[in-house]
């Protein structure tokens, strides 16, 4: 069995030195579509990471506002906001 090993291998060796190219050609409109492609899945992952990392601050920064009595203190107490709008009131 050990010596099959090397002579399959070696085999594969060869054939793979016998591969001729490939006689293809790719448009630059690929390489275009393709880094395009690359581009949003690198922001989408940074903008995950992002959100997850900001997520605490966004919280700790809500809380803060809340406690010193800011814009938000009274819809964080349970009141709807108040709208100017046309509507009945």
Partial sequence: MRRQIPCVLTALA???????????????GAGISLLGALWGLVVAIAMAVGF????????????????TGGPSAQTAEGEAPRTSGTGPS
């Fill in 14 to 28: 060869a054939l793979m030195a016998m591969a001729a190219p490939a006689a293809a050609y790719v448009g630059p």
């Fill in 52 to 67: 997850v990392l900001f997520w605490p601050v966004r919280k700790m920064l809500r809380r803060k506002k809340a406690r």
